[in-house]
T-cell receptor, first 113, second 113 residues
Framework: DVKVTQSSRYLVKRTGEKVFLECVQD?????MFWYRQDPGLGLRLIYF???????EKGDIPEGYSVSREKKERFSLILESASTNQTSMYLC????????????FGPGTRLTVT | AQSVTQPDIHITVSEGASLELRCNYS??????LFWYVQSPGQGLQLLLK??????LVQGIKGFEAEFKRSQSSFNLRKPSVHWSDAAEYFC???????????FGKGTTLSVSS
């Protein structure tokens, strides 16, 4: 069965902290994605990766970076967390491009205080 | 620019009644279209997708959607709603590069008894 897991369901961090959100997929998928979900705004793409060590900016990359050192793992990094990054973060993966079959993780709800 | 519009933020339907959730897209060529559902505290689950061919698409949980090119619409329907259908529903289109999904802002469905 397809599986995308995220390291935490809930996370509370302080302003200025460096935050790592981890995502792991067990489907040997080439492509992985980080989306941010906010009420009334839907989901917006932050970054995606189409191969190990390869990444592309999405619609809202400011304040974020990513790391993909292994095929199964895709990390989202908040270098210096701010309160406006309080949100739900969803990871997804797909086997190929075009990315028509995206599998989503359960999400991490991050609160920055 | 590509976009997806879900005109209804919140809809309430009586259990057993029919449901239609609206979705309009902006896209030059033939779009790849999707409907996802997110139950409270859960990740996104794919209900159905349209790429080409028959414009009436069947999905899981008794949902269907109809692609109408002339109206740039991809409305989701269900003939009889169950209380367990209460959730948030997202319409999405694959971007032109085929690398990520562009989501609408979502429609929250409440089911009354």
């Amino acid at each position: 069965d397809v599986k995308v897991t995220q390291s935490s369901r809930y996370l509370v961090k302080r302003t200025g902290e460096k935050v790592f959100l981890e995502c792991v997929q067990d489907m040997d998928h080439e492509n992985m994605f980080w989306y941010r979900q906010d009420p009334g705004l839907g989901l917006r793409l932050i970054y995606f990766s189409y191969d190990v060590k390869m990444k592309e900016k999405g619609d809202i990359p400011e304040g974020y970076s990513v790391s993909r050192e292994k095929k199964e793992r895709f990390s989202l990094i908040l270098e210096s967390a701010s309160t406006n990054q309080t949100s739900m973060y969803l990871c997804a993966s797909s086997s190929s491009l075009p990315a028509i079959e995206q599998y989503f993780g359960p999400g991490t709800r991050l609160t920055v205080t | 620019a590509q976009s997806v519009t879900q005109p209804d933020i919140h809809i309430t339907v009586s259990e057993g009644a029919s449901l239609e959730l609206r979705c309009n897209y902006s896209y030059g060529a033939t779009p790849y279209l999707f409907w996802y559902v997110q139950s409270p505290g859960q990740g996104l689950q794919l209900l159905l997708k349209y790429f080409s061919g028959d414009t009436l698409v069947q999905g899981i949980k008794g949902f269907e959607a109809e692609f109408k090119r002339s109206q740039s619409s991809f409305n989701l329907r269900k003939p009889s709603v169950h209380w367990s259908d209460a959730a948030e529903y997202f319409c999405a289109v694959l971007n032109q590069a085929g690398t990520a999904l562009i989501f609408g802002k979502g429609t929250t469905l409440s089911v009354s008894s």
